[in-house]
């Protein structure tokens, strides 16, 4: 199982970022998805989540109303829209799968996803 997540990189606060996280070597559409992060010092925290079919989304309380996930999986591929960027924003984000998941279920407990992919920094210059 490989997840490539791209897209990070540097932007102005009030900016925009779009990251992305291809997936393979799994069944896709059985798996929920997510996007975690983590600053220097701080624990790893839950950003947002998607569903096997993308019906059901959740976000981090930090992030809700700016962010926003979604997924196409005939490209098994996920997205994450960052808008109205702020310093607090800076980290490392990763993708993860949730394999075998129920429909409808993202989880926010990242010990429950199984697969990680290998993070892009995401630096937000006030």
């Known amino acids: 199982v490989q997840l490539q997540a791209s897209g990070g990189g540097l932007a102005q606060a009030g900016g925009s970022l779009r990251l992305s996280c291809a997936a393979s070597g799994l069944t896709f559409s059985r798996n929920s998805m997510a996007w975690f992060r983590q600053a220097p010092g701080l624990e790893r925290e839950f950003v947002a989540g998607?569903?096997?079919?993308?019906?059901?989304?959740r976000y981090g309380e930090s992030v809700q109303g700016r962010f926003t996930i979604s997924r196409d999986n005939a490209k098994k591929t996920i997205y994450l829209q960052m808008n109205s960027l702020n310093s607090d924003d800076t980290a490392v984000y990763y993708c993860a799968a949730y394999p075998r998941a129920i429909m409808g279920v993202v989880p926010p407990n990242s010990a429950q996803y199984h697969y990680w992919g290998q993070g892009t920094l995401v630096t937000v210059s006030s």
């Open positions: 998607i569903s096997r079919s993308g019906g059901t989304t």
